[in-house]
């Protein structure tokens, strides 16, 4: 049972426009979610993350947008640049305020490839 | 932050032998944690191992497949045991580090093949 999907394996965008990398989930106890991106040969680095009381955080070029009756997350890349091309994994904890915050459930990823 | 070095970087197996993984961290963590992601799949977390107890498995992993050590606050193993084919994977290692922004910091992984 996945349930955290994100059903883009891919995604191409042109430099300079948004990028807009979308995230489902299935289980509501989760209550905070982040995004991470990965280059080859190289771990998970953080990008941003938001609780789920608030439906925007914002940070440089990166924002997410949580909509909770949907069940639904969002990153923005505005604007986007070649060196943005990596995977992109939106990831959810179900206890972040208790004894474990990195007990995270991962999506599968998908692939941005952002062209100059 | 936290630097984690993880090694090795790369390993190809022979199905049926066992392979220890090591993370060593620059500093003092309570909480660390091993991930697998299986060709084209998501992360999932094996287990969390905490220094001084016993790792505690997600489902579908137990601890005579991936033994786990915690013998201080800055190093881990992960032994996958007895290997087969289906456990090529990228192995992970992570940290948690409170009071910081970024909570959970990753190392470069383990890429893992066995033939």
């Known amino acids: 049972d996945q349930q955290v999907k994100q059903n883009s394996p891919s995604l191409s965008v042109q430099e300079g426009r948004i990028s807009i990398l979308n995230c489902d989930y299935t289980?509501?106890?989760?209550?905070?979610f982040l995004w991470y991106k990965k280059y080859p040969a190289e771990g998970p680095t953080f990008l941003i993350s938001?609780?789920?009381?608030?439906d925007k955080n914002e940070d440089g070029r990166f924002t997410v947008f949580l909509n909770k009756s949907a069940k639904h997350l969002s990153l923005h890349i505005v604007p986007s640049q070649p060196g943005d091309s990596a995977v992109y994994f939106c990831?959810?904890?179900?206890?972040?305020?208790?004894?474990?915050?990195?007990?995270?459930?991962f999506g599968q990823g998908t692939i941005l490839t952002v062209h100059p | 932050s936290a630097v984690i070095s993880q090694k090795p970087s790369r390993d190809i197996c022979q199905r049926g032998t066992s392979l220890t993984i090591q993370c060593q961290v620059d500093?003092?963590?309570?909480?660390m944690f091993w991930y697998r992601q299986q060709p084209g799949q998501s992360l999932t977390l094996i287990a969390t191992?905490?220094?001084?107890?016993?790792?505690?498995?997600e489902s579908g992993f137990v601890i005579d497949k991936f033994p786990i050590s915690r013998p201080n606050l800055t190093f881990s193993t992960l032994t996958v045991s007895n290997m087969s084919p289906e456990d090529s994977s990228i192995y992970l290692c992570?940290?948690?580090?409170?009071?910081?922004?970024?909570?959970?910091?990753f190392g470069s992984g383990t890429q893992l093949s066995v033939l």
């Open positions: 500093s003092q963590v309570t909480m």
């Open positions: 191992a905490n220094q001084g107890s016993e790792a505690t498995y």
């Open positions: 289980n509501s106890m989760f209550d905070y």
């Open positions: 938001i609780s789920s009381i608030k």
């Open positions: 992570s940290v948690e580090v409170t009071g910081v922004g970024e909570k959970l910091f």
């Open positions: 990831a959810a904890s179900a206890d972040a305020g208790g004894t474990s915050y990195g007990k995270l459930t």
